[in-house]
């Protein structure tokens, strides 16, 4: 049961993480940009969110969770539906 209540607590987090994410991109008007940047490194995700974790002590804060979420696929196309515009006709 109490595993169930942590499973929730950390998919809700990772959702927070992801819209905190698309609405910083979206505020400065960088959807294109991003879009293109994400779903040319998507192959390398893993490698880029090491490359957080080593940035790191120069960047400061705690990056882990962060680093954590950009090297799941299934997090990069949940920021990437965020972020690709949708048809208002449909």
């Known amino acids: ?3 169930n209540v942590s499973v929730r607590g950390e998919t809700a987090r990772r959702e927070q993480m992801i819209g905190q ?3 910083w991109i979206a505020a400065r008007g960088l959807e294109s940009p991003a879009i293109l940047l994400l779903e040319l490194t998507k192959p390398l995700a893993l490698l880029g969110s090491q490359a957080l974790l080593l940035l790191q002590p120069l ?3 705690d990056l882990d969770e962060w ?3 950009l ?3 299934a ?3 949940q920021i990437l539906d965020r972020l ?3 048809d208002a006709d449909l």
């Open 59 to 61: 960047l400061g804060g």
């Open 67 to 69: 680093a954590d979420l």
């Open 21 to 23: 994410l698309a609405g």
């Open 71 to 73: 090297q799941d696929p």
């Open 84 to 86: 690709e515009p949708r």
């Open 75 to 77: 997090a990069i196309d």
């Open 1 to 3: 049961m109490e595993s």
